[in-house]
């Protein structure tokens, strides 16, 4: 049942449907038949963890769509203005244009405040989806070949998006978002040389200027949404032209796809998604407060509130700047304020740490293959505890950037948490690097026990001569290949150390690091080799039962 | 005259005139030493206060803070704190204090309020100090909501947050809620300083901007305020709005793609 044979068939019957009418005049103009056949059949493998981008692509759609409505009332202007409206306790206040209208939008235009809370809180679990997805793909390797780039598209996707987030948060003017812009400021000016130029540029004079609010919105409605919207849809494309990734299973291939078509299966599961991704959230937005500008007044620069956090993907650099000593140096009249220009340098270096991480593993790994399936976590120990190490700092750093509130909800005191966030810095990501890696090892012991010995059945059998014994249920076919599935690659050799006649051989240091990289991530104490076929048949065989 | 003599050898004699002799000086000094009362300038009800309130404080406060209130070790000069310091402080449980930390703690008030004014009566009688509010002053109903959260955000919001939830200080001291805390505490608290908060005298901040600041904190941190928004999560700003979109918005996603991907079409053999 193909297009091409239908058509005569329709013809003969009589005038063709009106439907088809107007597929074959669209298909005549756009070629739409040829794009449908080689796409719509396109298989994707089922699992929970792959609708994590679902999650970031359709909370991105609610974000525009949201935002969208928003910007009919908005006003991006920062000239003054006295507030008249229905919120008493803060009638007769001056304010700026930016924040009244933020406060129309609440409190007088129909929905409005359901839809910036909508908008708000998809910000918050877009942002939070694709860190998750990011993980998602870190931890299963499904960065690898033929998908760098694809990783770095997402990884800009993530980069951008936290400065979207971040000037959006800062549009109404409020007194909170007006404290963080006050923060960037600060982390501007202590760019050396250039910093008071950049700031001059940014806020059109001194803070906060006329201009922020302005060159905020251009950036937020326009500039960045734009930029992710091309990397959003490149980044798509990638996925179906790379076809997905897959988890190691009977049947499955690093040269096949198992899974479902995308139509009607997917499109009819992904359509339903979405409902449920907007359902989920403007439930919570129905419910929840976020963001309750009417609470904060207006910004002005006289007035700050203890509490003040940004939005939590900027978490990480509000800890960062607590968690720094005061540092400065001053010489020849200038200051250089390491307290703040070492936090502005850390932050970009985080996360850009996790961005090269499949480059940095190739070439130690000296790995030039495809990969189509999915790494279990535990079987590349190095790569997974790299990964647990990352968020350990991250999660350090976001607790260094609330540490008033955990001081004042755990009863600690902050210095107290901001110096165990500075020592963490350092401590805890090679803490967590090493428990990951053992508990990865021992994971695989484990594999290793399950595939020789089976599992254990829990039931206790006494043997003739009194002994007791518990009863080893071994795995079905399909159980063992996905405990065996995975290649273990070997450590790269550089060869002896003298060649034939016994003359050193000349090898760069380079190749020595990479070397002795490449043992931690696939020497013996990274990887337990899995069960061989004869170990497993000299074990199932019945002789020597243990 | 003769039973006199006869017995002024009996045993008990010299007690009898020690007893007499007692009496009598105890009754000049009374009858002629400077009376506490005799310089108290107004009624007696107000001394007979101060007595009672010196005899609360004999008992329970004396330890740290000196048998006249003039400080040790332990614990502050009362001298000048005024009336006002004693209503807010044993008023809202911190005093009597119940062990040392970083802060004193709020806690179950231990007086009524009639030992509290004795009290109060007691340390003013030390020496000028602050006066305890009149409800008028503190009325939140003549104060100006939108002027009292201006004056709000510029003095107070940096520690107590932007509607009063509090805040963290230094080495675990914090500025406590202002949620539920009657609004006589409010201004006292505003006149006197407790603790680490600095003092907003009436030079400083007119009783009428006191009644302001008591007027906002009614209007957006009770029970009754109106949170258009939903729940206000705390009120804390953008950490437990964090939390709360992980948990329960990102949690709720991930538990609906786990139900979609649990539920997919069999594929049919063929």
């Known amino acids: 049942m193909t297009t091409s044979t239908e058509t005569p068939s329709s013809t003969r019957r009589g005038p063709k449907h009106p439907g088809q009418r107007v597929a074959e005049w669209t298909d005549a103009r756009l070629g739409l038949y040829k794009l449908g056949k080689s796409n719509l059949r396109k298989i994707f493998p089922d699992h929970w963890s792959f609708m994590l981008g679902e999650i970031c692509l359709y909370s991105f759609t609610i974000l525009i769509l949201t935002g969208v409505y928003l910007t009919l009332f908005f006003h991006p202007s920062m000239s003054e203005t006295v507030y008249n409206g229905p919120y008493a306790p803060l009638q007769g206040v001056r304010m700026s244009e930016a924040y009244a209208s933020t406060m129309h939008i609440s409190f007088e235009v129909r929905g409005g405040l359901l839809i910036r809370q909508i908008h708000h809180w998809s910000a918050l679990i877009f942002i939070a989806g694709m860190i998750v997805h990011m993980m998602r793909v870190f931890f299963t390797g499904a960065f690898r070949k033929p998908r760098e780039l694809n990783w770095l598209f997402g990884w800009t996707l993530l980069f951008i998006g936290m400065f979207e987030g971040f000037t959006g948060y800062s549009l109404p003017d409020d007194l909170l978002s007006g404290t963080g812009v006050r923060f960037t400021e600060g982390a501007v000016l202590s760019t050396p040389i250039v910093g008071t130029y950049l700031s001059m540029f940014l806020f059109g004079g001194e803070f906060p200027g006329h201009n922020f609010v302005p060159i905020f919105y251009s950036a937020h409605i326009l500039l960045l949404p734009g930029i992710m919207a091309a990397l959003l849809v490149a980044h798509l494309i990638l996925v179906f032209y790379h076809k997905h990734t897959q988890f190691a299973g009977a049947g499955k291939t690093e040269k096949n796809v198992v899974g479902m078509p995308f139509f009607p299966i997917y499109t009819a599961k992904a359509g339903g998604f979405f409902f449920l991704v907007f359902g989920v959230i403007a439930a919570i937005a129905a419910i929840a407060t976020i963001n309750p500008i009417w609470t904060m007044g207006p910004y002005r620069p006289d007035q700050v509130s203890t509490g003040a956090q940004p939005d939590w993907y900027m978490g990480f650099s509000e800890g960062l700047i607590r968690v720094m000593p005061g540092w400065e140096i001053s010489a020849w009249g200038h200051t250089l304020v390491l307290g703040v220009f070492i936090p502005l340098i850390v932050f970009p270096t985080v996360l850009i740490a996790i961005a090269v991480w499949p480059f940095l593993e190739s070439w130690v790994t000296g790995d030039r293959g495809e990969h189509h399936l999915l790494d279990r976590p535990r079987n590349r120990p190095v790569r997974t505890g790299f990964g647990v190490a990352w968020l350990m700092l991250y999660f350090t750093l976001l607790i260094g950037g609330g540490n008033d509130l955990w001081a004042t909800h755990f009863h600690l005191s902050i210095e107290t948490i901001t110096w165990s966030v500075r020592i963490g810095f350092f401590v805890v990501p090679v803490l967590s690097y090493f428990v990951t890696k053992r508990i990865c090892l021992g994971l695989q012991r484990r594999d290793r026990d399950k595939v020789l010995h089976g599992r254990e059945s829990g039931i206790i059998k006494r043997l003739p001569h009194g002994e007791f014994i518990e009863v080893h249920e071994p795995l079905d076919q399909t159980e063992l290949h996905i405990l065996t599935a995975h290649p273990q690659p070997q450590p790269l050799d550089i060869g002896p150390e003298v060649d034939e006649n016994g003359v050193e051989r000349k090898v760069s240091a380079v190749t020595k690091v990479r070397a002795r990289l490449s043992r931690n991530f696939y020497g013996e104490h990274s990887q337990i080799p899995k069960p061989t076929v004869e170990e497993y048949d000299e074990i199932t065989s019945g002789h020597g039962h243990h | ?270």
């Open chain 2, 1 to 270: 005259m003769k039973k006199l003599s006869a017995r002024r050898r009996h045993p008990l004699a010299a007690l009898v005139v020690l007893l007499f002799a007692l009496a009598a000086i105890g009754g000049l000094y009374s009858a002629l030493a400077p009376a506490p009362k005799a310089q108290a300038d107004d009624s007696s009800s107000q001394s007979l206060e101060i007595t009672e309130g010196r005899k609360l404080f004999s008992v329970g406060c004396a330890s740290c803070h000196g048998a006249h209130g003039q400080g040790s070790s332990d614990g502050p000069s009362l001298v000048g704190v005024g009336s006002a310091a004693v209503d807010f402080q044993v008023g809202t449980g911190r005093m009597p204090a119940q062990q040392p930390g970083p802060q004193i703690q709020k806690k179950k008030t231990q007086y009524t309020q009639k030992d509290i004014d004795q009290l109060a009566a007691f340390i003013a009688s030390l020496g000028p100090g602050p006066v305890t509010p009149t409800p008028d002053q503190y009325d939140p109903a003549g104060g100006d909501v939108a002027k009292g959260g201006e004056l709000f955000r510029t003095n107070c919001s940096q520690c107590h947050n932007f509607v009063g939830k509090g805040g963290a200080l230094t080495d675990g001291k914090y500025a406590p809620t202002l949620k539920g805390v009657d609004p006589k505490h409010i201004y006292e608290a505003m006149q006197t300083g407790p603790q680490n908060m600095p003092s907003f005298p009436d030079t400083t901040m007119p009783s009428k901007n006191k009644a302001d600041i008591i007027a906002y904190l009614q209007a957006v941190d009770t029970a009754k305020s109106k949170n258009p928004g939903g729940f206000t999560l705390g009120s804390l700003g953008p950490v437990p709005e964090g939390l709360f979109a992980y948990i329960f918005g990102l949690g709720a996603l991930i538990a609906v793609a786990a139900w979609i991907a649990a539920r997919t079409t069999k594929a049919k053999k063929s």
